[in-house]
Nanobody, 123 residues
Framework: QVQLVESGGGSVQAGGSLRLSCAAS???????MGWFRQAPGKERDWVAF???????GYADSVKGRFTISKDNAENILYLQMNSLKPEDTAMYYC??????????????????WGQGTQVIVSS
């Protein structure tokens, strides 16, 4: 019922900024949503989440640098990434879930996933 498509990835120099977008084709107004990332040879890690009432959370590695937001009118999820570091290099995935009891930092709690968009940060 929900389809997600990420965009906005690319290559940027360390210290620069990128804004990722996630367009949702279904109604996600009551869903919680999040961003995950996966570097080559590593596990998929949680980055940030936002629930249906606007509560947000961030992984320690990105707190203070990344901002998650949602445009409800356009049904688009954003991830503003500032002060990027080489260790931020990864494939970034948008996700959404509707579980009654969810742990937003785990992939198991998210039912729908986008195809991913690549972010490369060079030094």
């Amino acid at each position: 019922q929900v389809q997600l498509v990420e965009s906005g990835g690319g290559s940027v120099q360390a210290g620069g900024s990128l804004r990722l977008s996630c367009a949702a084709s279904g109604d996600t107004q009551s869903y919680y949503m999040g961003w995950f990332r996966q570097a080559p040879g590593k596990e998929r890690d949680w980055v940030a989440f936002i629930n249906n009432i606007g509560t947000t959370g961030y992984a320690d590695s990105v707190k203070g640098r990344f901002t998650i937001s949602k445009d409800n009118a356009e049904n688009i999820l954003y991830l503003q990434m500032n002060s990027l570091k080489p260790e931020d290099t990864a494939m970034y995935y948008c996700a959404a879930g509707d579980r009654r009891f969810a742990i937003w930092s785990t992939t198991e709690s998210f039912r729908y996933w986008g195809q991913g968009t690549q972010v490369i940060v060079s030094s």
